[in-house]
């Protein structure tokens, strides 16, 4: 079956420091995979796209990167601060599908 | 724009009631989801409208659960009858269709109890 896995639930970084998420995927072919911040109470917001023929993605302090051979994109935020404090999902798209399938998100805590 | 609003954002009901949750998209997004969220199953397509069309409700959980699209900027999840475990935040997102990058815009979301 298919299988969206965002390992480490939690994740607590010093400030300054870069952050490193994980999504790992199963038995799936996605045309591209998106990363989202949800913060506590709110929806979640979109912040990067990368597509299947994309190796990497770069968006100010944010990098991700696609691997489809691993199955594995990976998240990161350089110098990070407090402020990044937020549950951040990953979530694929296959085919011509419109509609995203969403990880189970990892929380990542900044420590001043 | 104000973004997708969604109503109410909270509601407190018993079991057997009937629940209805609301949605207005963006103007100009022609596509809608619901989502359903909790802390066990994370964030689970319901159902996703194109142009007002029901496109796939293959995430419905059951027949209790119905959503409609009687035009392009109102939107309605429905449960009836209502149960403990439905349980959960519910969001609406949108999104045009023809966007390269396919990004959904969430709404708040609306938080269910059942009792």
């Known amino acids: 079956s298919q299988k969206i896995e965002q390992n480490s639930e939690a994740l607590n970084i010093q400030e300054g420091k870069t952050a490193t998420l994980t999504c790992n995927y199963t038995?799936?072919?996605?045309?591209?995979l998106q990363w989202y911040r949800q913060d506590p109470g709110r929806g979640p917001v979109f912040l990067l796209l990368?597509?299947?023929?994309?190796k990497e993605k770069r968006k100010e302090r944010l990098k991700v990167t696609f691997d489809t051979t691993l199955k594995q994109s990976l998240f990161h935020i350089t110098a990070s601060q407090p402020a990044d404090s937020a549950t951040y999902l990953c979530?694929?798209?296959?085919?011509?599908?419109?509609?995203?399938?969403f990880g189970s998100g990892t929380q990542l805590t900044v420590l001043p | 724009d104000a973004g997708v609003i969604q109503s109410p954002r909270h509601e407190v009901t018993e079991m057997g009631q009937e629940v209805t949750l609301r949605c207005k998209p963006i103007?100009?997004?022609?596509?809608l989801f619901w989502y359903r969220q909790t802390m066990m199953r994370g964030l689970e397509l319901l159902i996703y409208?194109?142009?007002?069309?029901?496109?796939?409700d293959s995430g419905m959980p059951e027949d209790r659960f119905s959503a409609k699209m009687p035009n392009a900027s109102f939107s309605t999840l429905k449960i009836q009858p209502s149960e403990p475990r439905d349980s959960a935040v519910y969001f609406c997102?949108?999104?045009?269709?023809?966007?390269?990058?396919?990004?959904?815009?969430f709404g708040e979301g609306s938080r269910l109890t059942v009792l």
């Open positions: 997102a949108s999104s045009l269709s023809t966007s390269a990058s396919g990004e959904l815009f």
């Open positions: 038995n799936y072919s996605p045309a591209y």
């Open positions: 990368i597509r299947e023929n994309e």
């Open positions: 979530a694929l798209a296959a085919g011509s599908a419109r509609q995203l399938t």
């Open positions: 103007s100009g997004h022609n596509s």
């Open positions: 409208f194109n142009n007002n069309v029901p496109i796939d």
